[in-house]
């Protein structure tokens, strides 16, 4: 089985409710390519994704970081959901209506 298919089956884990046993390094991450930059240990070319909305853009950033941490927390543990270790760092912002919208997208490290 290989990465995309292992990303294929805890996403439709995540979106029924399934959730796997809480730790700090779930073992899934091992399903990517893995190398060692700068003392961490970063997935090569797999990138997360967050977004989220707000009426300020330190406000959205923040909701868009949450999002970020929640869904590579929940995949691959806590070890390799910071954001500040993460790798390829990219953030988009658009205006809305109410204020703005924040998109982050980085490759998990730890």
């Given amino acids: 089985m290989n990465g995309r298919n292992i990303c294929a089956i805890l996403m439709l884990a995540h979106a029924t409710g399934i959730s796997p046993a809480l730790a700090d390094d779930t073992g899934f991450a091992s399903a990517h390519d893995l190398r060692r ?11 997360h994704s967050g977004s989220g ?14 999002a970020w941490y929640d869904y590579t927390s929940w995949e691959y543990g806590s070890d390799w959901a910071r954001w500040g270790k993460s790798a390829s760092k990219g953030v988009n912002y658009t205006k809305t209506n109410s204020g703005w919208s924040a998109t ?3 490759r998990p490290c730890k």
């Avoid at 930059?37 to 990138?47: D, T, Y």
């Avoid at 909305?53 to 949450?66: E, I, L, R, S």
Wanted: charged share 25%; with cysteine; hydrophobic share 30%.
């Fill in 104 to 106: 982050v997208e980085s």
């Fill in 53 to 66: 909305d707000g009426p300020t853009k330190p406000a959205a950033m923040k909701a868009a970081h949450q």
């Fill in 37 to 47: 930059e700068g003392g961490r240990l970063c997935m090569e070319s797999h990138f």
